[in-house]
């Protein structure tokens, strides 16, 4: 059994800032692309931020700048520092991994999601 748990989000002023984790847990053989997105009512989710693999990074247009994602291997954690909030950040944020759990076999898990709410 794998898990991945959003933690982190919260009701923050325009100009604010927040800190999301994600950690996954479990029978993990290995961690692939871990990435974040996100999901704003009537929308779409979409890509915010990413780590597909080596020292690749990739980021949304209407985050560049702002947000910052990082990793740590030990702990089979991301992060995504989000600086300078907007309203229109305002999402519900989802972990995604990418996860071996057998030497043959890659999952695309999903975490439940964490709300970021920008407003004043």
């Known amino acids: 059994q794998v898990q991945v748990v959003e933690s982190g989000g919260g009701l923050v002023q325009p100009g604010g800032s927040l800190r999301l984790s994600c950690v996954a847990s479990?029978?993990?053989?290995?961690?692939?692309?871990m990435g974040w997105y996100r999901q704003a009512p009537g929308k779409e989710r979409e890509l915010v931020a990413r780590?597909?693999?080596?020292?690749?990074?990739d980021y949304a247009d209407p985050v560049k700048g702002r947000f910052i994602i990082s990793r740590d291997n030990a702990k089979n954690t991301i992060y995504l520092q989000m600086n300078s909030l907007k309203p229109e950040d305002t999402a519900v944020y989802f972990c995604?991994?990418?996860?071996?759990?057998?030497?043959?076999?890659?999952?695309?898990?999903w975490g439940q999601g964490t709300q970021v709410t920008v407003s004043s």
């Open positions: 479990g029978r993990i053989l290995s961690i692939g692309g």
């Open positions: 995604n991994a990418q996860i071996s759990t057998t030497l043959f076999s890659r999952g695309n898990y």
């Open positions: 780590l597909p693999g080596g020292d690749n990074v």
